[in-house]
């Protein structure tokens, strides 16, 4: 399979599951229709705490013309109820299109007739050898490595990977020009060789090269596996939202990228008329992170919510007892997210046959609701009043101090005591610190450091963990990007003589 092939959608009949298929220019692409639509009571869950931030956090300013507005859970489109009613009996087909099949330039359409470019199997991301890889099965001092949001942002991206060591210096290749203006390399080399590197989620919004770095993430994850070593993705709250339709957080930058890499090749294996089942919703993003979607069996089925290497725990928010417990462990989170986003929960219309704009805005929330009504628990804002693994601030809010919720402490070590697995520490990102940093007593690591030019622009820094063996303790150290490695110790914000100048507000 090549890049310049023909590109068609197809579907298995028999699951329901929109795939992608590389077919001659002649075969005809027939796509399959389920009929899965529930009612939506999670996405209010996961809106709520963003709400409730709306006046600290400022994201809520999308024009209708980037996106849907968030204000409202009701209608995800950009129409108000009452604009819908009063206006659809005048609609026809043309104002279907004039609303959902925004107009290209010239120089779009001319870009559009070249071959397609996306091929699926760019992002394929090999499974780990499993959820939980005991002290027993790691070598002594076994490096394990692990960084934090990279929120679309490649040349951050970029430099945590070498500042890990784990990626060749994109200068140092032989087909690098010596320009350093936007880091995106498409042929990385991994050097690594049998280190486990950890990157905890949020990988998507907020950025204008979201694709470029799962791209990025998922070669070096190939030569990793072949080399001995792992490089795991986690889930985080964004990619959660991206999966069931919400997009506020996505910037312009990051859709245009989404219809260039994505979008040009489904128009000319469809047409164009494929993009209104969206209702103008980021058809080309929508069609890559929903469930059954064309980026799920390659690349999103083997991101994990949680995994065990060695000693430490490695999530993008938190873990509780309760999620322990309640979910089924680590192994019961995993397989629950992986059984749910690899299944369609739609029918697909990729012929755009609607009658009126109601229809289309209708038929497109019952898709982001059948999504999030089918969710697992363990990816949702708050079930029953918990956040869930990819939501929870209890152990690293506020930032770079000590967590402010006083039961912090009792509940991480409850946690840590009811995976039973000898692990000793919690690995999380998900809440910006201005330096990697552990609080309670050592057992939260803090490694979001805002790194994205989308969040706060942070220098890049990297966690390593030299794994003691069953006997001796790990050797941790905070690895950062003019070379320096620093001692645990010296990022303990316990420790009274800690303190730390905050120079950027969170976010």
């Keep these: 399979m090549t890049a310049c092939s023909t590109l068609a959608l197809i579907a298995a009949t028999n699951s329901g599951l929109l795939t992608v298929a590389f077919i001659p220019p002649s075969a005809k692409s027939v796509v399959a229709r389920s009929t899965i639509s529930r009612p939506m009571q999670r996405i209010s869950n996961a809106m709520r705490p963003m ?29 108000s109820t009452t604009e819908t009613k009063s206006t659809q009996q005048k609609l026809d087909e043309n104002d279907i299109n004039y609303r959902f099949l ?54 951050a991206l970029t430099n945590l990977l ?33 280190t486990i590197c950890v990157q905890v989620g949020d990988v998507l919004d907020r950025g ?22 792992a490089l795991a993705t986690l889930w985080g ?53 929903e469930p059954g979607g064309l980026l799920c069996d390659e690349m999103l089925v083997n991101c994990r919510v949680a995994v065990v290497i060695g000693k430490s725990v490695f999530v993008h928010a938190g873990l509780t007892k309760e999620h322990i417990a309640d979910f089924g462990g680590i192994s019961g989170m995993n397989n ?20 009126s704009t109601e229809e289309v805005i209708s038929s497109a929330q019952a898709r982001s609701k ?15 009043g918990l956040p869930s693994p990819v939501w929870m601030r209890d152990y690293s809010q506020p930032r770079d101090g000590k967590p402010s919720n006083p039961m912090a402490q009792t509940m991480i070590d409850e946690a840590l005591r009811e995976l039973n697995y000898g692990v000793e520490r919690m690995v999380m990102g998900h809440t910006p610190q201005s330096q990697i940093n552990s609080a309670l007593k050592g057992k939260a690591w803090r490694i979001d ?59």
Aim: net charge negative; proline share 5%.
């Design 51 to 79: 709400q409730q931030q709306q006046h600290r956090y400022s994201i809520f300013t999308k024009s209708r013309s980037s996106g849907p507005s968030s204000s409202s859970c009701r209608n995800l489109f950009g129409f």
């Design 102 to 155: 925004p107009k290209k330039t010239k120089q779009q359409q001319q870009k559009q007739q070249s071959k397609p470019t996306f091929d699926p199997t760019t992002y394929k991301l090999p499974p780990l050898d499993s959820d939980v890889m005991l002290s027993s099965k790691l070598r002594y001092h076994q490096r394990i490595v692990s960084f934090g949001d990279i929120h679309g942002d490649i040349t």
């Design 162 to 194: 070498v500042t890990a060591k784990v990626m060749k210096p994109p200068n140092d290749n032989d087909n690098n020009n010596g320009e350093n203006e936007s880091i995106i390399d498409e042929n990385p080399v991994w050097i690594g060789g049998d």
């Design 208 to 229: 204008d090269d979201e694709l470029a770095c799962y791209r990025l993430l998922s070669s070096l994850a190939r030569q990793a596996n072949e080399a001995g070593g």
């Design 237 to 289: 709250n964004h990619e959660a939202l991206n999966a069931i339709g919400l997009f506020h957080y996505a910037n312009d930058g990051g859709n245009a990228e989404f219809e260039r890499d994505v979008g040009d090749t489904l128009d000319i294996a469809l047409g164009e008329r494929w993009k209104i089942q969206y209702a103008g919703n980021q058809p080309s993003r929508w069609a890559c992170f």
């Design 336 to 355: 629950s997210v992986r059984d749910w986003i690899i299944k369609a929960r739609v029918p697909n219309n990729n012929v755009g046959d609607y009658k």
């Design 370 to 384: 059948a999504a999030a009504d089918s969710m697992p628990d363990c990816l949702n804002a708050g079930v029953g």
């Design 449 to 507: 450091v805002g790194a994205s030019s989308g969040v706060n622009s942070g220098k890049p820094e990297v966690l390593e963990i030299l794994h003691g063996g069953e006997e001796e303790d790990d050797i941790i150290h905070v690895l950062t990007m003019d070379g320096k490695r620093v001692c645990e110790s010296e990022r303990r914000v316990d420790l009274p003589e800690m303190s730390f100048v905050l120079e950027h507000p969170f976010f």
